[in-house]
């Protein structure tokens, strides 16, 4: 199965107004009614369109409108993180079917066949296409993991037996910012012509993805733009890349533990987000790594000048925290570029996870840019 770009531009305008007839189709994409009807039929066989109870208008035949089959096919999502791998069941609109599955991986020499295993469990004939995300560089083509904190290897990592297991449907094989990127765009309806830049943070983990008209920044390889590793002259822990000082070493809640003891404050037991939780304007260890991360952020804006920066994390719950840093980061941003970016907050509970990696599989079905199915 191979869709051509005018069905996909059919799904997508499906998927962002719910339902359409054909005759609405016709008159959106201004293709004539016939190949309509011909690429229409296709996708209802394919079982991804389904026709919804008739509506009539005036006087006429009434119209059938179609709308995104969410009983007949599904997508599957398998993450790969650091010490675990999760799998998820989605339909076709991206509601989560059952409950994700999750299992340990105690050496990164079990992940291949933990997440084989696992991922048999979830694929059936309903299964359309598989989303398999991974931090870190990938090679899609060569099925690859390049550099990641999940295998902990300088060399390259064989993915294979994972495309084996998923029995020859098409897998989009993406680093997880991408995934989560993905999942945003769909979910939010945004100009698809806009550059975003997506920064994740969560405790001890710091990614971006860059979408540039819809489409994920490649570079010369396959990863996430590696803003966690951005380094600043301050003792951190060492990261897994083998240096100290990264963006994703300071967001995190060793860093700002060993910042109150150096302060000489009293031992702080609190996690990093139970810490922002409870953040009343003072709390100088929180204080200083909010001007880390704004000036990653910043400078990252005045190098990309995105149309939007979407900051994914937990940490947009708590307001107080939430504005120091956003005022931080306008504040180093170039003057020019600062009322012309727009900066959303995106509190999106399991951002990383086999359900985000699901979204890969559908951005297959409704973008442009990514691997089609
Ligand atoms: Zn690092």
């Known amino acids: 199965m191979v869709l051509d770009s005018r069905q996909r531009e059919m799904l997508r305008l499906i998927w962002r107004e719910n339902r359409l007839s054909r005759w609405e189709l016709h008159e959106r994409m201004g293709v004539n009614p016939n190949a309509i009807g011909s690429e229409a039929a296709q996708l209802l066989e394919l ?36 010490g ?22 105690a050496n990164p020499s079990e992940l291949l066949a933990t997440a084989k295993r696992l991922l048999k469990t979830v694929v059936d004939d309903q299964t359309l296409a598989v989303g398999i995300s991974s931090p870190g ?25 994972l495309f084996d297991a998923a029995d020859g449907r098409p897998i989009l094989f993406e680093n997880d910012m991408h995934a989560l990127a993905v999942r945003w765009l769909l979910t939010h309806q945004a100009e698809q012509s806009q550059d975003v830049l997506l920064v994740y943070v969560g405790d001890g983990r710091l990614g ?21 590793h951005t380094r600043f002259f301050v003792e951190t822990e060492k990261c897994f890349c083998g240096q100290v ?8 809640t060793p860093f700002v533990r060993s910042r109150s003891a150096q302060n000489g404050f009293a031992a702080n037991a609190a996690g990093l987000f139970e810490r922002i939780a409870r953040y009343d ?44 840093l956003l005022r931080s980061i306008r504040a180093g941003v170039l003057f020019a570029l600062v009322d012309r970016v727009r900066i959303d907050v995106w509190d999106q ?25």
């Open 245 to 252: 000082g990264c963006l994703e070493r300071i967001c995190s």
């Open 84 to 105: 675990q791998v999760d799998v998820a069941r989605l339909t076709l609109r991206g509601q989560l079917l059952g409950t994700p599955a999750s299992k340990p991986v």
């Open 137 to 161: 560089f990938l090679d899609p083509e060569e099925h690859a993991i390049l550099f990641s904190s999940v295998t902990g290897a300088p060399q390259p990592f064989d993915v294979n037996a």
């Open 208 to 228: 971006a993805a860059l979408l540039i008209d819809g489409r994920p920044n490649r570079g010369c390889m396959i990863g996430a733009n590696e803003l966690g």
């Open 281 to 324: 304007g003072q709390d100088s260890a929180l204080e200083e790594m909010a001007q880390f991360l704004a000036c990653g952020l910043s400078n990252a804006i005045n190098f990309t000048r995105p149309n939007r920066l979407v900051l994914v994390s937990e940490l947009t719950r708590y307001p107080r925290f939430n504005d120091l």
């Open 349 to 373: 509970p399991g951002a990383v996870s086999a359900e985000t990696a699901g979204w890969l599989a559908l951005a297959g079905l409704y973008q442009d840019g990514w691997k089609t199915l």
């Open 47 to 82: 079982g991804i369109l389904r026709e919804a109870a008739p509506e009539s208008v005036g006087q006429g035949r009434p119209r059938v409108p179609l709308e995104i089959d969410t009983a007949t096919r599904d997508v599957v999502g398998l993450a790969l993180s650091p």
